[in-house]
């Protein structure tokens, strides 16, 4: 087993990952930025290091001065977490150069998965349901249009690289395809280093279905049932729950599998998510794979009382599963709320120190923190400050576990987003389980809840 690891993050996950590591008996390294010098995660770890100045180039995707700072920890294997490098094929490739392990899949898979384009060649070769569209990158706009008039109205534009809704657009005719396109083709170039476009089917009203799946370096593959993640803000979400009250035992069974021939026919290992539009005759399609840790992991753990992080140090470290699929039951019901230090109300960032902070406790509730009270906020990161996970026999066990610990939180010194969070789980809409991704629009931001 690895006896050292660092972690090439920060914040909570951060945090979590150490955590799993000291449980398993291995010391951890942690890096931080200037700005990041007081964070609990430099704290928590064995040892920690300096990797640079507060913004994320001159820190956390400084690859030079992280693996440098791991050569001189003398680590065996490096963690990415999240976000950052967590699927920069080139971070992989590096580690592995340097004789240090990329607690991930290969290099190969990340490359292939981080083309949106490749992954549905590689799914419609597979036999995965994919959402009809276009698999060739587009570069210029007549091109846009061509292959628009095609399809036909309304789609979606998408941008082949990364994530997080960027370059991301609905289109419902010509016009708007001529003033989006070169838009959403610059911040795709501008975040990504890739401005190659595509074009799908717009599903109407749909909900966001992810598949856990595990699978070791033999091609020994199991699926950890779903999360839904429908509940989002301008493609990110905000509320994951586990399981989806809106899936069937059948149809649960069909996507885990689907999922698994998925992760296989690429070649996959380590823990993965293959995420999946649904829409609402539950016809199923690939999104795509998120060849890493998810932000919303802890509530696949809740209900199967995995650690997957400890699963995924297992696997990278050449170890076989040490279950199948037959034994993998689903216990429960879990929903993972994510805090953010922002205005409820304009959704802009509220950095700052955070004076207060008290938290709620109870057996039902599982706090993932990347503050602590007396904590700065600083405008250089995403502003989460936690995620609260809580479980229940059942789903409204859940709800209601929620709703009493929301109640519970006391954060003074920033503002939080706590209040949109307890119109979300209050709403009779979410309680009777119609969560699409267009949940917010529909009910609170139009509303006016």
């Known amino acids: 087993m690895f006896k050292k690891i660092l972690i ?37 770890a064995d040892e920690s290091y300096l990797v640079g100045g507060p913004r994320v180039n001159e820190s956390y995707l400084n690859v030079n001065k992280i693996v440098e700072v791991a050569k001189k920890a003398n680590v065996d294997a490096i963690h990415p977490g999240y976000g950052f490098l967590s699927e920069n094929s080139s971070f992989a ?103 190659a476009m595509f074009l799908e089917k717009l599903i109407e009203n749909p909900r966001h279905i992810e598949i856990q799946i595990l699978a070791d370096n033999e091609g020994n593959t199991i699926f950890l049932g779903e999360r839904e993640c429908s509940i989002q803000r301008r493609h990110q979400k905000v509320v994951e729950e586990a399981p989806s009250a809106f899936i069937d035992n059948q149809t649960r069974r069909e996507m885990g599998e689907t999922a698994v021939k998925a992760a296989k026919a690429i070649g996959y290992s380590n823990a993965g998510t293959v995420e999946f539009i649904m829409d609402e005759e539950k016809n199923y399609y690939f999104l795509e794979v998120n060849t890493r840790l998810q932000v919303e992991h802890p509530v696949t753990e809740e209900i199967t009382g995995l650690d997957l992080v400890e699963q995924q140090i297992k696997i990278a470290n050449g170890e076989l599963l040490e279950f199948s699929q037959s034994d993998i039951e689903l216990n429960g019901h879990a929903i993972e709320v994510r805090i953010y230090a922002e205005d409820p109300d304009t959704f802009f960032p509220s950095p700052g120190k955070i004076v207060k902070f008290k938290l709620p406790y109870s057996e039902n509730i599982r706090h993932e923190l990347a503050v602590e009270e007396g904590s700065v906020v600083t405008p250089f990161y995403d502003p989460m400050i936690g995620k609260l996970i809580v479980k229940g026999r059942d789903r409204n066990e859940a709800i209601n576990n929620l709703i009493d610990a929301l109640e519970g939180y006391e954060i003074e010194g920033i503002k939080s987003n706590i209040p949109i969070l307890k119109k979300i789980i209050n709403h009779p809409e979410y309680k009777l389980g119609n969560t699409t991704t267009n949940f917010i629009n529909n009910y609170l931001i139009h509303s006016k809840l």
């Not at 809704?165 to 708007?176: F, K, P, T």
């Not at 001529?178 to 838009?183: D, E, P, T």
């Open 93 to 195: 490739k590096i580690c592995k150069d340097n004789g240090m392990v990329f607690i991930g899949p290969s290099t190969d898979v990340i490359e292939k998965m981080g083309s949106k384009i490749e992954a549905r060649r590689a799914m419609e070769a597979a036999g995965v349901p994919i959402v009809p569209g276009n698999s060739t990158p587009l570069f210029a706009l007549k091109e846009a249009e061509v292959k628009a008039n095609e399809l036909g109205y309304p789609l979606m534009l998408k941008a082949s690289a990364g994530g997080g809704g960027i370059g991301m657009q609905v289109i419902n005719n010509n016009d708007e395809l001529q003033k989006a396109f070169s838009g959403s083709q610059k911040r795709a170039a501008d975040f990504f280093g890739d401005g």
């Open 8 to 44: 090439a993050n920060r914040g909570e996950i951060a945090s979590r990952i150490i955590r799993t590591c000291h449980l398993m008996g291995i010391k951890a390294v942690a890096i931080y930025s200037e700005a990041d010098a007081e964070a609990p995660h430099v704290k928590l």
